[in-house]
């Protein structure tokens, strides 16, 4: 069964530092890896997907990293902002081609 | 307007009565899914749709029941409620079994 182990759980940084969000997963024969970012009282919005054939995906200042072998993903968030605070989740399928299995996320903070 | 919704967004009901949580998608996706999210769990897929008429269990199906009768509809029941279905449900669609997810904001549901 695929674990999602996302660390760490909470995150308070500085308006303007880039920062980074890691994502392991225990079964490296995925589909593909999704980030998503969920507001307090939201619903989740999809931020980046990358297929398991890629290394990365960018969009805006948002960069998404993945390396299959060793069950690792980042997401790189430069300069980041006020707006940016949000709890964010990493997601892959169960087995290959199947419904996602989410991380917990982690909470992040940008302070003004 | 185009997307997902959920209804209602807030329920109270009590032990052992039927609740109907709705969900309804303007994509034409194929599949549709029913996650919960609880503190210290996460997110957890309680069943998923490929396509009107089919229907699969996900991690945490037991107290459920789904049904989809048409492509853009896909209601959940929990025919008894308990305590421990109170949580967050959400609603999503995509286009594959491990496709883009795209989410409703959330039914909030509290059984006493």
């Known amino acids: 069964k695929q674990e999602v182990t996302q660390i760490p759980a909470a995150l308070s940084v500085p308006e303007g530092e880039n920062l980074v969000l890691n994502c392991s997963f225990t079964?490296?024969?995925?589909?593909?890896l999704q980030w998503f970012r969920q507001d307090p009282g939201k619903g989740l919005t999809s931020l980046l997907l990358?297929?398991?054939?890629?290394r990365e995906q960018t969009s805006g200042r948002l960069n998404a990293s993945l390396d299959k072998s060793s069950g690792r993903s980042t997401l790189y968030i430069a300069a980041s902002q006020p707006g940016d605070s949000a709890t964010y989740l990493c997601?892959?399928?169960?087995?290959?081609?199947?419904?996602?299995?989410f991380g917990k996320g982690t909470r992040l903070s940008v302070i003004a | 307007d185009a997307g997902i919704t959920q209804s209602p967004r807030y329920k109270i009901t009590e032990t052992g009565r039927q609740v109907t949580l709705m969900c309804h998608q303007t994509?034409?996706?194929?599949?549709m899914f029913w996650y919960r999210q609880d503190l210290g769990h996460g997110l957890r897929l309680i069943y998923y749709?490929?396509?009107?008429?089919?229907?699969d269990k996900g991690e945490v199906p037991d107290g459920y029941v789904v049904s989809r009768s048409k492509t853009e509809n896909f209601p959940l029941t929990l025919e008894s409620a308990t305590r421990s279905q109170t949580s967050v449900y959400f609603c999503?669609?995509?286009?594959?079994?491990?496709?883009?997810?795209?989410f409703g904001e959330g039914s909030r549901l509290t059984v006493l």
């Open positions: 999503a669609s995509s286009d594959s079994r491990a496709g883009e997810l795209f």
């Open positions: 079964d490296s024969a995925i589909y593909n």
């Open positions: 990358i297929q398991s054939s890629q």
């Open positions: 997601a892959v399928p169960n087995s290959g081609n199947t419904p996602l299995v």
């Open positions: 994509w034409s996706h194929s599949y």
């Open positions: 749709s490929a396509a009107a008429d089919i229907t």
